[in-house]
């Protein structure tokens, strides 16, 4: 699985995350297999340092509040652009 997930990593230079197929029962969603890519240099030459981690789903409120707050804003400053 290692060898697979390197080798998308290389070919698909813009990949940042995978879905894992581990679920997490406390947060109700998959975890993430995130990307980690930093140049380095190594003897003069510029070397692209790849490796992954695998990462826990955030809280299921935090992302509902979070889209609640930023659609109360983009109501309110819809509502302020009408006034000029």
């Known amino acids: 699985m290692h060898l697979a997930i390197f080798q ?3 070919r698909l230079p813009s990949l ?3 879905d894992h197929s581990g679920f997490n029962d406390q947060r109700q969603a998959f975890k993430r297999i995130e990307m980690q890519r930093r140049v ?4 003069g030459i510029e070397v692209e ?3 992954y981690k695998i990462v ?3 809280y299921r409120y935090v ?3 979070t889209s609640l ?4 804003i983009l109501n ?5 652009m009408g006034h000029l």
């Open 16 to 18: 940042r995350h995978l």
């Open 40 to 43: 380095i240099v190594h003897d």
């Open 56 to 58: 826990k789903p955030r």
């Open 63 to 65: 992302l509902a509040l």
């Open 76 to 80: 309110d400053l819809k509502g302020d």
């Open 49 to 51: 340092d790849l490796n």
């Open 8 to 10: 998308l990593a290389i």
């Open 69 to 72: 707050l930023c659609f109360n």
